[in-house]
C-alpha cells in the first residue's frame, strides 16, 4: 500500500526520529512510503489559540498538500483530532462547498499510526523487539477525541521483551496543552508534577505516547527532575529489532 | 442596564489568582480528595445506565429547542404560574431583582429571610443587596451556611464549601455559633447545624430560594437538594420568592424525567437526588401563601445571541465538569473568580459579563475535553472555550506578544522553505542555552517554560533533511 506520511510540523523539527521511526515499521511491513515536501502544519496551534483565519489558510494547504493522497498517516493524535474534528467544522463556517467536499473526502483518507496499524493495516504484531519496561501515556486527544482505545497498548504488548506495566490515573491530562503550558505555567507545571509521579510509581524505565507534544511537557519534567526515566513516541518503540538484525 | 456576576469584575487573573491558591497544600487536598469522590461516584451509577448517551441526546435536544424557543416559553410559564396562583417578576439585571425581592419583603414588614438554592443570588449579590436595606439573610443549605459563616466565597457549583475539611468546619461552628463544646464527629457537627437552622426555618416567615427547573406547561418550579433544608425553606414560610434564571424554563413535565436522571447522577453519584421538591403556584392552607418568581436575565439573552456559544445556558449546574477538570482539581474553585467555576464558569462569565475582566478564563484550560464527556447535557465547552478565544483575537484583545509569534509561526508554516529557515534561526538561537541535546533556560515568553521544564533541543537534521538525504542515497 501507498502511505503518505504526514510528519507534522513539530515532528518534522524537534522529533525526527519519530518519522524515521514510523518510515521503518511501514516499510518493514512491506508498504511505500511517500513524504510530500511542501507540507508543513495542520494549523491546530492556530485554531486552539483563535486565531481562525491562519488556521483556515493552513487548512488549505493541507488540501493542497494531501488531496489526492490515498492513505494518509499522521504520528500525532492531536494533529488528526484537529483534522478530524475542526476541518469540517472550519469548512462549514466558510460555506464553501468546494472546501466542505474536500474536507468530507480528505477525513476518512487520515489515520493516526495506531489506527492505521490496527483498523486499516490489521497489524498488532509489528515484529519488534524491545527488552524494556514500558508505560503508556494515553493523550486527550487520543483517548478522547479518536477514542483509539486499546490498540496502542495491544501493539506494545506484542513487542517481544517489552514488559507494559499500565499508568494509573490514565485518563488525566499531561497538563500540556499548546500555549496553556506557558500561560498557565503553575496549573501546567502541578498537572505534569502529578503525571510524573504517576509514572515514576510505574517504576517503568519508558513512558511511551502516541503525541510528542505530551512527551516534550511529560520529558521536560522527567528530565528536570533527572528522574531518569526516558519518554519514547510509540514509533520508535514499534521499530526497534534485535541488535545485527536484519530490518 | 449592568449586567454583574458576583465579583468577577474585580477578581485577579486566572494564573494570578491559581498560583496564590496553590500555595495552600490544605485546600488543594480538601478539594482533591472531595472531587475524587465525587467522580467515582458518578463514574459507577452513570456506567450502570445502558441509554445514558441517549440520555445526554435527549437533554441536549430538549436545551436546544428550548432556547430557540425561549420568548415563547418564557411567557408560556408566566401564564401558568399566574394562572396557578404565583406572581411572575421580570428583571433585566441583578439591581432590578434585587429590588423586587427587597420591595415583597419590605411589603412584608419583615427584616429576616432563609435562603436556600443560593448560587443564581450569589451571581446578583443579592445577600448584600439585602444587608444594605436591612433584612438580614441565613442560608439554610449546610454548605452556603458555612460559606456564611466563614465570610468565605463559594467554590462549586454543588459543593459550594468543597474546600473545607470536617474539622475547619467544626472549628467555624464553635466560632460563630458559640458552641462551648462540640464533637468531631460529622454527625456532631451536622447536629450543630441542624439545631442552628431549625430555629430559622420555624420563625422566618419569608423565604428565597433558586429553582433547578421551570415547567412552562404547568408554572411549576423544582428544586432539587439532598438535606431537606430546602424542602423546608418552600413549604414552611408564608412568602416565597423564587430567582430564577431564564434558561432554566423547561416545556413540559415530563422533561423533569430526563433531567433528574441526569442530574443526580452527573451531580453527587446518586441514582436518585434525596429531595425533589415541585410546587406550582398556590395551594390554599398548604405550604406558602403568597408565591413570587423572579425571572432573571442578568446577561443571559446576550449569551443566547451567539450561536455558536448559546449552549453554554444548556447547563444544568451538575458540576461533573468541575469534578473531572484536571485545571480545577489543581486551583479549586476560586482561581476562577466567579460563583461559577471550573470549565463551565470559563465559558460562562466571561459570556455574561462582557469579556473585559474575565478574558483570561477562556485560556484557562488545556483543552483535554474530560469537561465535555462527562456533561450530560453535551455542551462542547473546549469548542466554546477556543469560539472565545477566537472572539478576544478578533476583537485585538490579546497580547501583542502572542500576535506577533502567532503571525512569525504562521509564516513559517505558510511554506516549507519558511519553515526550514525558520528552524535554523531556532537552531542558531538556541545555541547559547543547549547543553547534551536539552535546553534548561530560556528568555523572554518561554522561559515560562524552562522555569519548570526542561526542552528538546531542536536536532541537526530534520525530518525532511533526512528524507531528502534518503532519497538522494537511494537513487541509483
Known amino acids: 500500500m501507498l502511505i503518505s506520511l504526514f510528519i507534522t510540523c513539530y515532528n518534522d523539527t524537534l522529533y525526527p526520529r519519530t518519522g524515521q521511526a514510523v518510515v521503518t515499521v511501514l516499510e518493514r511491513l512491506g508498504h511505500t512510503v511517500e513524504f510530500r515536501a511542501a507540507q508543513t502544519c495542520c494549523g491546530q496551534m492556530h485554531y486552539n489559540n483563535g486565531y481562525q483565519t491562519d488556521a483556515f489558510s493552513l487548512m488549505e494547504k493541507f488540501l493542497d498538500n494531501f488531496g489526492d493522497a490515498g492513505v494518509i498517516c499522521v504520528p500525532s493524535a492531536s494533529c488528526v483530532a484537529m483534522i478530524r474534528e475542526h476541518y469540517p467544522v472550519m469548512a462549514a463556517n466558510s460555506g464553501n462547498p468546494g472546501i466542505i467536499a474536500q474536507v468530507n473526502s480528505l477525513v476518512p483518507r487520515v489515520f493516526e499510526f495506531s489506527e492505521l496499524l490496527v483498523d486499516k493495516l490489521g497489524v498488532e504484531d509489528t515484529g519488534a523487539f524491545f527488552p524494556h519496561t514500558v508505560t503508556l501515556h494515553s493523550s486527550c486527544h487520543s483517548l478522547r477525541s479518536l477514542r483509539v482505545g486499546d490498540k496502542p497498548e495491544r501493539l506494545l504488548r506484542n513487542v517481544q521483551g517489552l514488559t507494559y506495566i499500565p499508568l494509573e490515573d490514565a485518563d488525566q491530562c499531561c497538563g500540556f496543552g499548546g500555549t496553556f503550558a506557558v500561560k498557565n505555567v503553575d496549573v501546567s507545571t502541578a498537572m505534569v508534577a502529578d503525571k510524573a509521579r504517576c509514572i515514576l510509581n510505574t517504576k517503568a524505565e519508558i513512558c511511551a505516547a502516541l503525541d510528542n507534544s505530551c512527551l516534550m511537557q511529560i520529558g521536560g519534567m522527567l528530565s528536570r527532575m533527572n528522574a531518569g526515566v526516558q519518554t519514547v513516541h510509540i514509533a520508535e518503540i514499534l521499530a526497534a529489532i534485535p541488535a545485527g538484525a536484519r530490518p | 442596564m449592568s449586567v454583574r456576576v458576583g465579583e468577577a469584575a474585580s477578581a485577579p487573573t486566572f494564573p494570578v489568582a491559581a498560583k496564590e491558591l496553590m500555595q495552600n497544600e490544605q485546600l488543594r487536598r480538601n478539594v482533591r480528595n472531595a472531587t475524587g469522590i465525587i467522580r467515582n461516584k458518578r463514574a459507577t451509577v452513570v456506567g450502570e445506565m445502558p441509554d445514558w448517551q441517549e440520555l445526554r441526546d435527549t437533554a441536549h435536544a430538549i436545551k436546544d429547542h428550548t432556547l430557540r424557543h425561549l420568548d415563547r416559553y418564557l411567557v408560556e410559564f408566566e401564564e401558568s404560574c399566574t394562572r396557578a396562583g404565583g406572581k411572575v417578576h421580570w428583571a433585566r439585571d441583578a439591581d432590578e431583582a434585587n429590588s423586587i425581592a427587597i420591595g415583597i419583603i419590605q411589603a412584608q414588614n419583615e427584616t429576616e429571610v432563609i435562603k436556600v438554592k443560593t448560587m443564581t443570588t450569589d451571581e446578583i449579590g443579592m445577600n448584600r443587596a439585602l444587608e444594605a436595606s436591612g433584612i438580614t439573610p441565613y442560608e439554610t443549605d449546610l454548605a452556603d451556611l458555612i460559606v456564611q459563616l466563614g465570610h468565605d466565597k463559594p467554590s462549586h457549583i454543588v459543593v459550594p464549601a468543597l474546600h473545607r475539611n470536617k474539622m475547619e468546619i467544626r472549628e467555624l461552628f464553635m466560632r460563630t455559633m458559640g458552641l462551648a463544646e462540640l464533637g468531631t464527629r460529622a454527625e456532631d457537627i451536622a447536629e450543630a447545624a441542624r439545631i442552628y437552622l431549625r430555629e430559622k426555618f420555624l420563625r422566618v416567615p419569608v423565604a428565597i430560594s433558586g429553582a433547578n427547573f421551570a415547567v ?76 413570587h418568581v423572579i425571572l432573571l436575565d442578568n446577561g443571559r439573552t446576550k449569551v443566547l445571541a451567539d450561536t455558536v456559544s448559546r449552549e453554554t445556558l444548556d447547563c444544568i449546574r451538575c458540576g461533573a465538569c468541575l469534578n473531572a477538570c484536571p485545571v480545577y482539581r489543581q486551583t479549586g474553585g476560586h482561581a476562577y473568580g466567579s460563583i461559577y467555576a471550573g470549565p463551565i464558569g470559563a465559558i460562562l462569565t466571561p459570556q455574561m459579563q462582557s469579556m473585559e475582566h474575565s478574558q483570561t478564563l477562556p485560556y484557562a484550560s488545556s483543552l483535554c475535553g474530560a469537561c465535555y464527556e462527562v456533561c450530560p447535557v453535551k455542551i462542547n465547552i473546549p469548542e466554546i472555550l477556543i469560539h472565545l478565544r477566537n472572539k478576544l483575537v478578533e476583537s485585538g484583545d490579546t497580547s501583542a506578544t502572542e500576535r506577533m509569534g502567532m503571525k512569525a509561526a504562521a509564516w513559517a508554516m505558510s511554506d516549507a522553505a519558511n519553515l526550514s529557515t525558520a528552524r535554523q534561526f531556532g537552531r542558531i538561537g538556541q545555541m547559547a542555552f543547549t547543553s547534551n541535546g536539552m535546553i534548561h533556560h530560556l528568555p523572554g515568553m518561554m522561559s515560562a517554560w524552562t522555569a519548570t521544564r526542561d526542552m528538546p533541543a531542536i536536532p541537526p537534521e530534520s525530518f525532511r533533511q533526512w528524507w531528502a538525504k534518503r532519497a538522494r542515497e537511494k537513487r541509483p
Open chain 2, 216 to 291: 412552562a406547561e404547568t408554572g411549576s418550579i423544582c428544586v432539587v437538594e439532598s438535606e431537606g433544608n430546602g424542602r423546608m425553606c418552600v413549604s414552611l414560610p408564608r412568602v416565597l420568592i423564587s430567582v430564577v434564571g431564564i434558561e432554566k424554563v423547561t416545556p413540559k413535565f415530563e422533561d423533569l424525567e430526563v433531567f433528574l436522571q441526569l442530574l443526580s447522577r452527573s451531580a453527587t453519584g446518586e441514582r436518585m437526588n434525596p429531595y425533589n421538591s415541585i410546587w406550582t403556584g398556590v395551594a390554599p392552607g398548604d405550604g406558602p401563601q403568597e408565591f
